[in-house]
């Protein structure tokens, strides 16, 4: 009996501890449902750097030389007929980019000397190129003060402006002025040439007077440049059907837009350096 009572004591001392050990039964929580996943917040996608775009001239600060662009985007479609009343004069606005392109050669051939670009009126050079009456004029007063008025504050040391100029057709009364397309001639001895009278004129900023230009004068670029007309560096024939049947149609002909471009570039490539040579 004793032994019994022992044993069971022992038995129950064994156990009791493992008893302690084990966690009462409980009910097994719900199953949770589980929540829709958080979107991954998107981390800021860093755009590529646009190509850096040329640095434009500057607008504020010292100017050394100011660049007034005077084409006025305007191109001359002209027929020149064998007796007067078959002559025919227009001028054509064009978005071409004449004066933008005359600019960015003018640029090019400062190098690394800075320019700045000094914006005009719409019309600003009208009475300059068609003045109104008047047998004599003084073109070197018009021009200075019409500089002058162009510059307003900009300050610059000195200003070159790339204007119109004016030649005369060999042979004929008839002048050609600035950027344009002529014809001459009856039927299929018509012929046609692009041509291109501009001149670089240079303008003291503090006195506006009219600086020599490196090997001419101011009345040498003024005066007409036709001595030698026919196939000169003023001139390039191009075949006949790009002449405008009407001149207003010139505006939208592809064609004479890129041989009057080309052309304009080649001439003011060729007359603008010296200018910064001096």
């Not at 449902?33 to 010292?62: H, Y």
């Not at 000397?113 to 004029?137: E, M, N, Q």
């Not at 900009?154 to 008839?174: F, H, K, W």
């Not at 005066?223 to 149609?249: G, W, Y």
């Amino acid at each position: 009996m004793f032994r019994f009572a022992a044993s069971v004591l022992v038995l129950l001392s064994i156990l009791a501890p493992a008893a302690a050990q084990t966690p009462p039964a409980t009910t097994a929580p719900p199953a949770q449902t589980a929540s829709p996943a958080k979107p991954t917040a998107k981390k800021a996608v860093t755009k590529p750097k646009a190509a850096a775009k040329p640095a434009e001239p500057a607008s504020t600060g010292p100017c050394g030389i100011g660049v007034i662009a005077a084409t006025q985007d305007l191109f001359v479609v002209q027929k020149i007929g064998l007796t007067v009343f078959g002559n025919d004069y227009a001028e054509v606005p064009v978005s071409w980019g004449l004066d933008d392109l005359t600019f960015a050669r003018v640029r090019a051939a400062a190098g690394t000397t800075p320019v700045r670009r000094i914006p005009y009126a719409k019309g600003a050079f009208d009475s300059y190129y068609h003045p109104k009456g008047g047998l004599f004029r003084n073109r070197r007063e018009e021009l200075s003060n019409l500089v002058r008025e162009i510059a307003g504050n900009a300050g610059c040391e000195r200003y070159v402006i790339v204007m119109r100029n004016e030649g005369q057709l060999d042979g004929t009364n008839q002048t050609l002025s600035g950027v344009g397309v002529f014809s001459r001639g009856v039927g299929i001895i018509s012929y046609a040439y692009v041509f291109v009278y501009v001149g670089v004129i240079v303008v003291d900023g503090q006195t506006f007077e009219i600086r020599k230009g490196p090997a001419v004068t101011f009345e040498g670029v003024m005066k007409h440049l036709a001595d030698n007309f026919v196939d000169n560096e003023f001139l390039r024939k191009v075949d006949m059907s790009m002449f405008p049947a009407a001149a207003a149609d010139s505006a939208n002909n592809a064609a004479l837009r890129d041989t009057t471009r080309d052309f304009l570039t080649k001439r003011l490539d060729k007359i603008l350096p010296p200018y910064f040579a001096q």
